[in-house]
């Protein structure tokens, strides 16, 4: 039962420019959404959330959108840089799952330079 | 800044015999969760530990799997009889209260042979 996909297993960016990266949920009753940054052999590091009654949040380079009748978010990273180069998770939690957090596959993100 | 911590970074055993992995959170956290990510695949969810005990735990958390809280530090989880479908990245997370982040550790890479 996948409720957070992420249907783009990678992404390629020039360094510089703008990396969106998606992510689809299906459970109505998650209020909470974070994505994580993950490196070989290294456990996943927190980026950033977003609770349900925004629809935006922002910190330095990263900016998470949250389009909840979409049930969709996003991780904008402007400007990318050769060091984003990692695999981008998303995860959603809250409402009726208990104490679950449900991540996405992954998407892996290469900056070129 | 605080983080959780693991060890042993990589524990090889042979098949059938038991393991423990060992997990210190972040000292003022009051949820725990062990995740496990086999080469390759997404981040599974194992188990979450609350209040001294399980709170959930996932299909692929059966009676071969136990996780414990010896003292007030220490969260640990034990392999009683592993397989090779075992082996995998391990990782310990916790988090303070619900819509707080959840932080991981770096993994213990279990190799069953």
């Known amino acids: 039962d996948q409720q957070v996909k992420q249907n783009s297993p990678s992404l390629s960016v020039q360094e510089g420019r703008i990396s969106i990266l998606n992510c689809d949920y299906t459970?109505?009753?998650?209020?909470?959404f974070l994505w994580y940054k993950k490196y070989p052999a290294e456990g996943p590091t927190f980026l950033i959330s977003?609770?349900?009654?925004?629809d935006k949040n922002e910190d330095g380079r990263f900016t998470v959108f949250l389009n909840k009748s979409a049930k969709h978010l996003s991780l904008h990273i402007v400007p990318s840089q050769p060091g984003d180069s990692a695999v981008y998770f998303c995860a959603a939690f809250g409402g009726n799952t208990g104490n679950q957090f449900y991540f996405g596959t992954g998407t892996s993100l290469t900056v070129i330079p | 800044e605080p983080e959780v911590t693991q060890t042993p970074s990589h524990q090889v055993t042979q098949m059938g015999q038991e393991v423990i992995l060992r997990c210190v959170p972040i000292s003022n956290h009051l949820y725990f969760y062990w995740y496990r990510q086999i080469l390759g695949q997404k981040v599974e969810f194992l188990v979450s530990f609350y209040n001294n005990e399980i709170s959930e735990k996932s299909e692929i958390f059966d009676d071969q799997f136990s996780v414990e809280r010896p003292d007030g530090s220490n969260f640990t989880l034990k392999i009683r009889s592993t397989k090779l479908e075992d082996s995998a990245m391990y990782f310990c997370?916790?988090?303070?209260?619900?819509?707080?982040?959840?932080?991981f550790g770096n993994g213990t890479r279990l190799t069953v042979t």
């Open positions: 997370a916790s988090y303070r209260d619900r819509y707080s982040p959840l932080h």
């Open positions: 977003i609770s349900s009654i925004k």
């Open positions: 459970n109505s009753m998650f209020d909470y």
